[in-house]
């Protein structure tokens, strides 16, 4: 939780809100190779601009050896997503997504953990 409010703080203006910082769980587990992400709550009518992040969930499955590289870039990753809400796709080259996190390096927000 600790580094999750010095990043918002550094690289998003505390602009992000507040959200649980968690370990996966056996009742709620990430899926192969995935190492971190963001759960969002919203209502019925499917509208993304309406989704909150409340969840922010990293794997327990990490290297010890990588822990702060991984922990750090997976956090950075998934607060992007959290900045550019529910709707902005990470896997289209060029886009949105990819601009934030352009950003984030510009700005030093892998220094720590590359």
Known sequence: ME???TLNKEFFDN???HIRV???????????????RVKWKGPQD????????Y???ISRKLKPKYLQKQVGMSMLHEMAHMKLGVGVDCCEWGGDFDKEMFRISAAGGFQYFW
């Open 3 to 5: 580094l999750f409010k």
């Open 15 to 17: 602009k992000l809100p």
């Open 22 to 36: 968690e370990w996966d769980t056996d009742a709620l587990p990430l899926q192969g190779t995935i190492l971190a």
């Open 46 to 53: 499917g509208k993304p601009e309406r989704y909150k992040a």
């Open 55 to 57: 969840l922010l969930q």
